[in-house]
């Protein structure tokens, strides 16, 4: 197995589900902060509309939306749906909120004053941890399979933005034959992560969730205001699927090649200590051991849950 890095996802461009959201951003960091005309045209457009056709715009792009934490239930597909849960992580997203005021232009200012996508994620990382810390966003630990503080996704700038890496165990950082190099680079994501710069994948999702829903909304209404031809055309020209859709997917699937990649699920070790292949699962296919005693192990402390759950 591959030793040579802690990096999984190289260290060219983001994954080819965030670019859209990136790109999302770009328009309205140009749209409201470096571009005065275009930043006026919002303001007196949306300072014209009277709250009825403001509330219809915003159920034009976002009909799935509720009207507030209060009246949370949505008409979707012939069915009144319990939208209670997203209107208490997304409060400032719901109609009443969203149309109200200079609301709007507060979601813009905070959705592009600290310039790139990462700086805005590292600012809204701070108050989201606020929140779980407060109770005001209730997260089910239960619930979240396969928490591994040692898979960290990297935040800390655009072209990295999204990138899966991994915090080695101490078996292989204490291991003479390590290269150095790789020592270095371990240090260097402890670092981040210590600052805030990679976070564990529950919290990406968590994060990059509220961000699509944030920018995205945002972006529809400033396109309906503009009814400008470059944003018609870059809606128009995206193929890539929504990223609120593939988020849990991308989580999983990086997730499973780190671990397919990292050698025993349960120290780290290459190979079997005759110097074989590892051992693989049966059940699942997935996890690698290079013992007995490594697979009982992890199998009691981890593995039993997410064995059994793909399994059935």
Same mark, same amino acid.
């Given at each position: 197995m591959n030793q040579s890095t802690n990096n999984e996802n190289g260290g060219g461009a983001p994954p080819a589900q965030l670019t859209t959201l990136i790109s999302m951003q770009l328009f309205l960091r140009q749209a409201w902060i470096e571009n005065v005309a275009l930043h006026a045209q919002i303001e007196t457009k949306w300072h014209q509309l009277n709250a009825e056709t403001r509330r219809a715009i915003v159920r034009t792009v976002a009909p799935n939306v509720p009207e507030s934490r209060e009246n949370a239930f949505v008409f979707i597909d012939g069915k009144n749906v319990d939208m209670s849960q997203f209107a208490a992580m997304f409060p400032e997203l719901c109609i009443a909120v969203f149309t109200a005021g200079d609301q709007l232009f507060k979601i813009l200012t905070g959705l592009t004053e600290a310039g790139t996508l990462s700086a805005v994620a590292s600012k809204h990382l701070a108050g989201m941890r606020m929140a779980i810390a407060q109770g005001a966003?209730?997260?089910?630990?239960?619930?979240?399979?396969?928490?591994?503080?040692?898979?960290?996704v990297n935040i800390s700038s655009d072209n990295t933005f999204g990138r899966v890496e991994r915090l080695l165990p101490n078996q292989i950082l204490q291991n003479v034959s390590t290269p150095e190099h790789i020592i270095e680079e371990n240090a260097n994501i402890l670092d981040r992560?210590?600052?805030?710069?990679?976070?564990?994948?529950?919290?990406?999702?968590?994060?990059?969730?509220?961000?699509?829903?944030?920018?995205?909304?945002?972006?529809?209404?400033?396109? *309906?205001?503009?009814?400008?031809?470059?944003?018609?055309?870059?809606?128009? *020209?995206?193929?890539?699927?929504?990223?609120?859709?593939?988020?849990?997917?991308?989580?999983?699937?990086?997730?499973?090649?780190?671990?397919?990649?990292?050698?025993?699920?349960?120290?780290?070790?290459?190979?079997?200590?005759?110097?074989?292949?590892?051992?693989?699962?049966?059940?699942?296919?997935?996890?690698?051991?290079?013992?007995? *005693?490594?697979q009982i192990k992890d199998w009691k402390t981890s593995h039993r849950e997410s064995c059994c759950a793909k399994s059935n």
């Open positions: 966003i209730n997260i089910d630990f239960n619930a979240i399979p396969n928490i591994n503080p040692s898979i960290v992560k210590n600052k805030g710069l990679s976070i564990e994948t529950w919290e990406f999702e968590i994060l990059i969730t509220r961000l699509k829903f944030l920018i995205e909304q945002s972006f529809l209404v400033v396109k *309906e205001l503009l009814a400008d031809r470059a944003a018609e055309k870059f809606c128009v *020209e995206q193929t890539m699927p929504p990223i609120v859709a593939t988020v849990s997917k991308f989580i999983s699937t990086s997730t499973k090649t780190i671990k397919n990649n990292r050698g025993c699920w349960s120290c780290g070790k290459d190979t079997c200590p005759d110097g074989s292949k590892l051992l693989i699962c049966l059940r699942c296919t997935d996890a690698r051991y290079c013992s007995r *005693e490594c």
